[in-house]
Structure formats: structure tokens, C-alpha cells
């Protein structure tokens, strides 16, 4: 809990920096957020790696597993779908390339961006890309602050799939821990890495 | 992506090899520091963006009720792989 609030308190703190403009402009380099990420899955994987529930893990693989995803993919966008009943402005497929982005603010907001700017204009394309970037960031938060709760509710499965993309690197020491199965880690690394191939197909599908 | 996957199974190789050494251990611990230092960096790209703050409570709302469907929608498919593949009970 106590590193949830540091996690939340660090998020917000980043936004009053931003906003206020107090803030060394080296946090702003593009590259930035890519190079911690790398940093963090060289992390994520030397504790893969060095625990010894590695061999268990890659023992219980099973075909299935690669099934996981798919339900994500089908859950999340039938769901999504509801959401064209309340705002009239968007198309189903607007809201399905929303949808898809799985947690992947980044990637999934440049994506609307440019393929959908190519179609409806610049300006409906940036205003998509700002709701997919905070819809996706929002997952994100769920899926990052929510992670004991939907493993309590609803098994070992639910937080990976809730988070999405992010299961199989900013999520995953924080599912691995309320689950308290290591044996969970490469179901959570392959469903990341098969929504991550996804999210540029189905946002070029559906824009 | 094929370079995420990359780090991810070089440090697992570091890890195997090497476990047990004070850098592993360290490196494993690092993710506390690395995790809110990207939410931070994250923070900071919004909170720099007026048009986005301005806009804020209207685009929002709309990514809230998005969000929250795919969130629902992933629970739901999540349980019924569960019930499908793992019978009533299993966890695994």
C-alpha cells in the first residue's frame, strides 16, 4: 500500500512539475521514458531470472495460455463498444481504436494520431489521440492500484488481463506479488507481448 | 517491442547465471525506484501540456467510461478463461 501511495504521489507530483513548468527540461527529452523502460525490464527480468521458480515457470507452460490474450482483446473491446451508446460524437470504431490501445498510452495515442489524421483531419485525429491517451492511462492506474483487489475477486487471471499490455513489464512485480504465483509470470509476459503486436493492427483496423 | 523482449530475457539470463550476487539482488530491488520514477516523467509530459489541461474534465470523462468498460470487460473474459480452462476452483 505504502508503495501504491508513493507510486500515486510521484504521478501527481510529475503533473504539478509538468504544469507548472518547474522542471528541468532533461525530463522532457524524448528518449527518456524509453531508456527507464529498457532499465526496467533488465530489473524485471534479473528477478525473473534469479528466482528459483524460474524452471517451475517455464515448466507449466501450456499451450492455452496463448489463449489468454484473445479473451482480453474480445472482453475489452465488446465492452469498450457500450460506450458509443452515451457519446454520440464518436464512431463505434473511434471508440474501438480506444479501446485497443490496452494500456499502451504511447504508442496507441501517436497511432490515432497519425492514421486517424489522415482520414477525418488533424484536429478530430488529436482530440481521439487525447482521449486514448488518457483512457489508456487510466487502465493503467486501475490495473496498477487495482492489482490485489481483481486477484481477490476474480483468480489469478483477472490482473493480467486487466492490465493489459502492461502485465508484461510496469505491472508485472505487482501482479507477481498479490498472486503470489511466479509460476504466473510467462502467461503475464505473453499476453503483454501478444496485445503489444495487436495494438498497431487492430488501431490501423479500426481508423 | 522485439527490444523490450530482448532486455527482458537478457536480464533473466543475468539473473539465472548470476543469481545470488549483490547486483542481482539489487538490480531486482531497482524496480521500486525505476516504476515511480516513469509514472513521474509521465506526470510531467501531461501536466506540460495546456491544451490537454485546458480540456482536461471533457475528454476525461469520455476516457473514464472507456477505460472503465475495458477494465469490466477484461474482468468478465479473464473469470470465463478461468472457468473454461481451469475448471470451477483452480487458480492456475
Same mark, same amino acid.
Given at each position: 500500500?505504502?508503495?501504491?501511495?508513493?507510486?500515486?504521489?510521484?504521478?501527481? +507530483?510529475?503533473?504539478?512539475? +509538468?504544469?507548472?513548468?518547474?522542471?528541468?527540461?532533461?525530463?522532457?527529452?524524448?528518449?527518456?521514458?524509453?531508456?527507464?523502460?529498457?532499465?526496467?525490464?533488465? /530489473?524485471? +527480468?534479473?528477478?525473473?531470472?534469479?528466482?528459483?521458480?524460474? /524452471?517451475?515457470?517455464?515448466?507449466?507452460?501450456?499451450?492455452?495460455?496463448?489463449?489468454? @490474450?484473445?479473451?482480453?482483446?474480445?472482453?475489452?473491446?465488446?465492452?469498450?463498444?457500450?460506450?458509443?451508446?452515451?457519446?454520440?460524437?464518436?464512431?463505434?470504431?473511434?471508440?474501438?481504436?480506444?479501446?485497443?490501445?490496452?494500456?499502451?498510452?504511447?504508442?496507441?495515442?501517436?497511432?490515432?494520431?497519425?492514421?486517424?489524421?489522415?482520414?477525418?483531419?488533424?484536429?478530430?485525429?488529436?482530440?481521439?489521440?487525447?482521449?486514448?491517451?488518457?483512457?489508456?492511462?487510466?487502465?493503467?492506474?486501475?490495473?496498477?492500484?487495482?492489482?490485489?483487489?481483481?486477484?481477490?475477486?476474480?483468480?489469478?487471471?483477472?490482473?493480467?488481463?486487466?492490465?493489459?499490455?502492461?502485465?508484461?513489464?510496469?505491472?508485472? @512485480?505487482?501482479?507477481?506479488?498479490?498472486?503470489?504465483? /511466479?509460476?504466473?509470470?510467462?502467461?503475464?509476459?505473453?499476453?503483454?507481448?501478444?496485445?503489444?503486436?495487436?495494438?498497431?493492427?487492430?488501431?490501423?483496423?479500426?481508423? | 517491442?522485439?527490444?523490450?523482449?530482448?532486455?527482458?530475457?537478457?536480464?533473466?539470463?543475468?539473473?539465472?547465471?548470476?543469481?545470488?550476487?549483490?547486483?542481482?539482488?539489487?538490480?531486482?530491488?531497482?524496480?521500486?525506484?525505476?516504476?515511480?520514477?516513469?509514472?513521474?516523467?509521465?506526470?510531467?509530459?501531461?501536466?506540460?501540456?495546456?491544451?490537454?489541461?485546458?480540456?482536461?474534465?471533457?475528454?476525461?470523462?469520455?476516457?473514464?467510461?472507456?477505460?472503465?468498460?475495458?477494465?469490466?470487460?477484461?474482468?468478465?473474459?479473464?473469470?470465463?478463461?478461468?472457468?473454461?480452462?481451469?475448471?470451477?476452483?483452480?487458480?492456475?
Amino acid at each position: 500500500m505504502k508503495e501504491n501511495l508513493l507510486m500515486l504521489a510521484c504521478f501527481a +507530483g510529475g503533473i504539478l512539475c +509538468g504544469f507548472t513548468g518547474l522542471f528541468p527540461d532533461v525530463l522532457f527529452h524524448p528518449s527518456l521514458p524509453a531508456v527507464l523502460l529498457s532499465v526496467l525490464m533488465l /530489473q524485471v +527480468g534479473a528477478g525473473l531470472g534469479a528466482g528459483e521458480d524460474l /524452471q517451475l515457470a517455464l515448466r507449466s507452460f501450456r499451450l492455452r495460455m496463448l489463449l489468454l @490474450p484473445l479473451f482480453t482483446i474480445a472482453g475489452t473491446l465488446l465492452f469498450s463498444a457500450l460506450a458509443v451508446l452515451l457519446f454520440h460524437s464518436h464512431s463505434l470504431a473511434d471508440i474501438l481504436a480506444v479501446g485497443s490501445g490496452f494500456g499502451y498510452y504511447s504508442l496507441s495515442s501517436v497511432l490515432i494520431a497519425d492514421l486517424k489524421g489522415a482520414s477525418a483531419g488533424s484536429c478530430a485525429a488529436a482530440e481521439l489521440a487525447t482521449v486514448a491517451l488518457l483512457a489508456n492511462v487510466v487502465r493503467e492506474m486501475i490495473a496498477l492500484f487495482g492489482t490485489p483487489l481483481f486477484s481477490r475477486w476474480g483468480g489469478a487471471f483477472a490482473p493480467v488481463s486487466i492490465a493489459g499490455i502492461n502485465s508484461m513489464d510496469v505491472c508485472l @512485480p505487482a501482479i507477481l506479488r498479490a498472486t503470489e504465483d /511466479q509460476t504466473l509470470a510467462p502467461v503475464a509476459v505473453l499476453h503483454g507481448i501478444v496485445l503489444e503486436m495487436s495494438v498497431p493492427l487492430l488501431i490501423a483496423f479500426f481508423c | 517491442m522485439f527490444r523490450m523482449l530482448f532486455l527482458l530475457m537478457l536480464g533473466m539470463s543475468v539473473g539465472y547465471f548470476l543469481h545470488g550476487s549483490a547486483l542481482v539482488r539489487h538490480a531486482a530491488k531497482g524496480v521500486r525506484v525505476t516504476i515511480p520514477l516513469l509514472l513521474f516523467v509521465f506526470g510531467a509530459s501531461i501536466g506540460a501540456d495546456g491544451e490537454l489541461i485546458a480540456n482536461i474534465g471533457f475528454f476525461g470523462w469520455q476516457a473514464l467510461v472507456i477505460a472503465l468498460l475495458g477494465v469490466v470487460g477484461s474482468f468478465v473474459a479473464a473469470t470465463l478463461f478461468r472457468r473454461i480452462f481451469y475448471g470451477k476452483g483452480g487458480a492456475k
